[in-house]
């Protein structure tokens, strides 16, 4: 059962929609829309702050001060598009009660797109499928390509440091971001970073905030960098007999001097669900399937693709799709149509299963086929089925370990602390780019010693004194540590 919110006094509500006016939401179906992401947990907050300006943000974190101050606190949670997948944006429960979620949709403007220094400046509520739009209209180009990039805001990718396929190649959402400002947990407003390409002068508090999940401050404005957009882009999709021998190709493709944009996987199980979007049937039980692209000047976009598909020829592929590249309508559909098999997959998991615990571990590249084959073992003792995919070019592994009936959820749960503990064992990560939030606080010992965990509480301890920005979220609490 959902543990029911704690109510705000009639005062306090009062007092916010006095300051606040029209911004404050408190109508159920404005709450109701942000007591939920993409974790299926449910936390219905107690008020809304839609946002629209610096100062408003401002005014919530100092007003939680204030009142912390005088033994009345409440939780500011601040909230892009409710997309993360680990419980970021939700409201706590405890000693902060539920809280007031801060909405930074609304702060959607893209600011400046300077082509001279290619930079853009903006607002944390930018889309950030808008952002590549309006950089590619003037011939640059935003790399990091999270799955939800049609839906998810700029200021939620860098709360969590969001990837996507793209950071084989270019890296995840820290490195594009130069500079930005931010509301501190005191209401304090910090400028950090710079606007050019190098700056080493003092810590660099950006990457600090960067990735923090909301917990260090309130990302109000950010300059990114850009690139000159690639001319051309290409894609090869293979098919091996097993994962091993796709890994196996996978890492000759890296090693024989090629750096694609992208290197995806989907493991038999996926390709049993999407097999039927691909334009040719899969043989075999243990089938797997790689999507690799490329981009840059077209005619070298043309020797990777013809090099990296002899290479998955070599190593035993057992079906490759004619390489599809841009340039063409019928380049472009083809290329597409790959990457239509890949983007189904989550949704089709979904659809297919009563209970969906997606995680998002990653792992050593060389340790990538180890992991998945240590898999049955998991699904054997749990009894529960895990579809894998993934970045195979960084490791990051999508397990979504899932069954067919709600009351399997505690065997589930128990099957992805055990996958957790395999992707350590074998040198990775609890989460390669869904951050923890709520939902893998408790696992955080599992990867984090005592001595870093420390310092760690402290940074926040200094910066947010009276425990009032996004509270409860990424430190496990005393009875997860017990």
């Known amino acids: 059962m959902t543990p029911q919110p704690k109510a705000f006094s009639a005062d306090l509500l009062s007092l916010l929609a006095c300051e606040f006016g029209a911004d404050l939401l408190l109508d159920e179906a404005a709450l109701a829309a942000r007591s939920r992401d993409e974790s299926g947990l449910v936390r219905q907050p107690s008020a809304v702050l839609l946002a629209k300006s610096e100062a408003q943000v401002v005014r919530l974190v100092c007003l939680a001060n204030e009142l ?59 889309l950030t499928g808008d952002l590549r739009a309006a950089a590619k ?79 260090l401050g309130v990302i109000t404005e950010l300059t990114l960098k850009l690139l000159p957009h690639p001319k051309a882009a290409g894609c090869v999709a293979a098919v091996f007999a097993d994962l091993g021998a796709a890994m196996r190709a996978i890492i000759a493709v890296m090693t024989r001097g090629h750096l694609p944009s992208a290197m995806e996987f989907l493991d038999a199980r996926c390709l049993g669900l999407v097999g039927d979007l691909l334009p040719f049937a899969v043989q075999g039980d243990e089938s797997a399937l790689v999507l690799i692209e490329a981009d840059g000047d077209p005619d070298q976009v043309r020797r990777e693709i013809d090099g990296i598909a002899a290479i998955c020829r070599e190593l035993g592929a057992t079906n490759i799709l004619p390489p599809a590249t841009t340039g063409t309508k019928e380049g472009e559909a083809g290329r597409e149509a790959i990457w239509t098999v890949r983007r189904s997959v989550s949704t089709r998991i979904h659809e297919a299963c009563a209970v969906y615990i997606p995680e998002d571990i990653a792992v050593p590249i060389g340790t990538i086929a180890e992991m998945v084959a240590a898999l049955p073992g998991v699904e054997a003792r749990h009894g529960c089925a895990i579809f894998a995919f993934g970045h195979a070019g960084d490791g990051n592994i999508h397990l979504n370990l899932t069954a067919q009936d709600e009351a399997l959820r505690p065997r589930v749960e128990a099957a992805a602390v055990d996958c957790v503990r395999l992707a350590l064992a074998l040198g990775g990560t609890i989460s390669g780019e869904h951050g923890i939030g709520l939902v893998k606080r408790g696992l955080l010992p599992l990867e984090i010693e005592p001595v870093s965990l420390r310092v760690q509480r402290g940074i926040k301890a200094l910066l947010d004194p009276q425990n009032v920005l996004n509270p409860g979220k990424i430190f496990p609490s005393e009875e997860e540590e017990a």
């Open 68 to 126: 912390a101050g005088q033994g009345h606190a409440f939780a500011v949670i601040p909230r892009g598009a409710g997309t993360g997948l680990a419980g970021g944006c939700l409201s706590p429960l405890g000693a902060n009660g539920t809280g007031v979620v801060l909405d930074l949709s609304a702060m959607n403007r893209i600011l400046d797109i300077d082509t001279q220094s290619l930079t853009a400046t903006v607002e944390p509520g930018v």
């Open 137 to 215: 209209a003037k011939g640059l180009f935003y790399p990091p390509d999270p799955a939800s990039l049609a839906t998810s805001t700029i200021g939620g990718n860098a709360a969590t440091n969001a990837g996507g396929p793209a950071c084989v190649k270019y890296g995840t959402t820290r490195d594009y971001v130069l500079g930005l400002r931010a509301v501190l947990p005191t209401g304090e407003v910090l400028r950090a970073g710079v606007n050019t390409r190098k700056g080493v002068v003092g810590y660099d508090l950006t990457r600090l905030l960067v990735g923090s999940e909301g917990t």
